[in-house]
């Protein structure tokens, strides 16, 4: 595909329901990225991957969000029993290689709006 | 302190006129520096990225660093309606895994006709 895609791309879910959310990175890109951004702020970093290999976890709020990309490709991040506070739009973004190359553009998705009721 | 930080705006200009926008960041290892356009209920997208002091020009757009201040700065020349958005200016994380990109608050500009 021509750009990194997102599904869904909203997503309503009661507080406690697990909700998972997918990411398409650009084809061959090494790096893929995780953000999260609240109404009126910037993104905040939640997870990298590079490759298969998730590298940096250090922005998940909580062991409720998990994230995964078993084959280098699709990733998955999984948020369990969801809190209204979980509600932002979650960002993936994908760059062409991995730690080192500062100066590659990081590629965003659409997006994904979670609302938590 | 934020590691990167930005007035929130909005910055009002006029048609036509210069839009000024600044960024401000704490980490003196940063090498380089990007500004995202991101239009309300959209995705960030890149404007331009800099990383030798100075200037530079691309269009309408100019951006300038200053490493002994730790400062960045993008000028939007000839500003016109659909520059109206929030942007972004965005520090990618030297020797973190990946390089992650810690982002400002963004500063929205309002381009009035």
């Known amino acids: 595909g021509a750009g990194v895609s997102q599904s869904p791309r909203y997503k309503v879910a009661k507080r406690g329901q697990d909700v998972a959310l997918r990411c398409d990175p650009i084809s061959g890109h090494v790096s893929l990225f995780w953000y999260q951004q609240a109404l009126g702020q910037g993104p905040e970093f939640l997870t990298y991957f590079q490759n298969e290999a998730q590298l940096d976890k250090s922005g998940l709020p909580s062991d409720r969000f998990f994230a995964e990309r078993p084959e280098g490709s699709v990733s998955t991040l999984k948020i369990q029993r969801t809190q209204q506070e979980d509600s932002a739009v979650y960002l993936c973004?994908?760059?062409?290689?991995?730690?080192?190359?500062?100066?590659?553009?990081?590629?965003f998705g659409p997006g994904t709006r979670l609302t938590v009721l | 302190q934020k590691e990167v930080e930005q007035n929130s705006g909005p910055l009002s200009v006029p048609e036509g006129a210069i839009a000024s926008l600044n960024c401000t960041y704490s980490d003196r290892g940063s090498q380089s520096f990007f500004w995202y356009r991101q239009y309300s209920g959209k995705s960030p997208e890149l404007i331009m990225f800099i990383y030798s002091n100075g200037d530079k020009e691309d269009g309408r757009f100019t951006a300038q660093l200053n490493k002994a201040s730790q400062y960045v700065s993008l000028l939007i020349r000839d500003s016109q309606p659909s520059d109206s958005a929030t942007y972004l200016c965005a520090v990618p994380k030297e020797g973190a895994a990946g390089n992650k990109l810690t982002f400002g608050g963004g500063t929205r500009v309002l381009v009035k006709p």
């Open positions: 973004a994908s760059r062409f290689r991995g730690t080192g190359y500062s100066t590659d553009t990081q590629y």
